[in-house]
């Protein structure tokens, strides 16, 4: 389902008049509410998409990282310290 | 309520209904391609954010970080490795499964494609979270039920 947001039901409102008005202008009007209604869904989900993908790619390296120099190297940097020092 | 109320109450109810079967209908005609397109992205995005509560939950949980519980509760550095494999194949596999829902757009076919990754994605990620110290997958199981973090 595409998220509901409130310019969304303002938008679907608007055509509900020209529904109501005869056959043509309701067919019409349905055709326009299912295209905002796909045009917000599919607008929704590629942002969400295209963020997943951002993520994914970063853990991946993170994870190829920690296999690549050593899990101790890259999950913790932080180096030893010395306790004969001070 | 006199004859009057009873008629504008009903016409009003009969307005509301009417609203209710056009935005149900609007929503039916939003189309099989449509409903894939967001099943697909509804997949893959979950797959994602259950993967990166597991990555962070095995990194904060190696022995000897100030995150980690004390031994058995944390993972040593080799149980953390024999976790990467699951992990790297389940986030290449999230790739993929992302890369074709943005090649393929809305399209009938969208979720047949992607459901084959994303059965395999869950077995790998169920892999990886089974590794994890009994705490820690309390921990991720408590975090993905709230949605994250």
Redesign the interface.
Known sequence: MPQISLPLIIEWLGYLGPLSAGTTAGVAALEQIREVLKAHGIAADTGAIDAALVDARRRLAREEALGAAGIAETINPDPVVDGSEG | MDHRERTILGALGFYLLG?VV??A???A???CA?KQ??AA?VA??SA??F??LV?DEA?AS?C??PTALPAPACLT?AQ??AL?PY??EA??L??QG??T??TMG?NATLWTVVAANADRIKTLLQQAFNLLPKAAQAHVTALAAAGGK
């Open positions: 609203v056009v935005v209908i609007a929503f005609a939003a189309g449509a397109y967001h992205t893959i995005v994602d954010a993967a990166g990555q990194d190696i000897g970080k550095q953390r490795g990467s992990l790297k986030l290449t999230i790739i992302g890369e829902i943005k809305p």
